[in-house]
């Protein structure tokens, strides 16, 4: 793939992500001011019920923020492997990654097998941990 195409696709990615990360931003903003008014519920039954969505719903907006910021970490990466010449190289077994991964995927790292491979690897952990 063209170097200044790639490059061009992994910043539109950047700002995709960047624009995400602040959308999050303020709605968590909001979530905040929110917080101090549900701690002055009287009833403890009704505050633990409160308390258990406003817990699951806080994991799942931070499942979704550390998704973004993970997928925003591998796009600087693409860019500093873009400046080095690095880009579009597996880095598990130094091959060529297929044009067509890239166009999809601007920011991937790895070939489609190692892909598979590091996400089986992370299935097993996740499910023994
Ligand atoms: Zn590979």
Redesign the pocket.
Known sequence: MDPSVARDRVEEERARLEEMRSTFDEEHLRDESEEDSTGELSSLDQHQADLGSETFEREKDLSILEQVEAELADVEHALRRLDDGTYGI??????P?EDARLEALPAAR??????AAAEQELRRRTAAG
């Open positions: 597996c880095e598990a077994c130094g091959r990654i790895f070939c489609v097998e190692d892909q």
